[in-house]
Each structure stands twice: as C-alpha cells, then as structure tokens.
Nanobody, 121 residues
Framework: QVQLVESGGVLVQPGGSLRLSCAASGSIIRINAMGWYRQAPGKERELVSVITGGGRTNYADSVKGRFTISRDNAKNTVYLQMNSVKPEDSAVYYC???????????????WGQGTQVTVSS
C-alpha cells in the first residue's frame, strides 16, 4: 500500500507565504503526476496545480503567478510554495498522486488526508 502525508498547513496573514509538502511512502514502483487540490467549506474540491513525472506544470488561473509546484523524485515528495496568499486561498489542501505500486501493478490515484490552510488577519 501507499500513503501520502501532507504537512505545512498553518494560519497565515494575507500577503504572507507558506510551503506545503506531501511525501509518498510504501511499495512504490513509480509516481506519475502529482498534484494539489483544495476544498473550502461549502464548495467542491478543485484542482490547484499539477506536475507531471517529467516536470511539466499546470496551475488554476486563480493561483497563477503566486503558487509554485515542484517535486523531488528521490524523496517521492511534492511541494506547493504559496506566496501572496489571499483569504480566498483558505481551504483544506489535499495531495494527489498517480502511483504504480507493487500491489496493483497499474497506476492508481492516492490521496492524502489533507492539511488546513487559513489566511486571515
């Protein structure tokens, strides 16, 4: 089995910065795309950013120019650098990864448990 563990969610003031991390562990053969989603109260979960195994990135329009996604393949970890945060960025942030593991032998989407980001003065 595979586990994704997020960290880095905090209370931050508008205009501030923080970095989220998500580490994958378990019987991993290969990790393809990794991404971050978020869900605010009363809203549907939405894609924030994704990075492919080759390093190509994509961002939601609402975070372009403020957030940066990156990954460390040696550590099976994906990061989300969040700058110039706004109150509307407040949400639970979830990590997602397409993992080929030793159990299934095909790509399966794993999710982390979520980490709370609150932007407030």
């Amino acid at each position: 089995q595979v586990q994704l563990v997020e960290s880095g969610g905090v209370l931050v003031q508008p205009g501030g910065s923080l970095r989220l991390s998500c580490a994958a562990s378990g019987s991993i053969i290969r990790i393809n795309a990794m991404g971050w989603y978020r869900q605010a109260p009363g809203k549907e979960r939405e894609l924030v950013s994704v990075i492919t195994g080759g390093g190509r990135t994509n961002y939601a329009d609402s975070v372009k120019g403020r957030f940066t996604i990156s990954r460390d393949n040696a550590k099976n970890t994906v990061y989300l650098q969040m700058n110039s945060v706004k109150p509307e960025d407040s949400a639970v942030y979830y990590c997602n990864a397409g993992v080929v593991d030793a159990y299934r032998k095909f790509e399966y989407p794993y999710w982390g448990q979520g980490t709370q980001v609150t932007v407030s003065s």
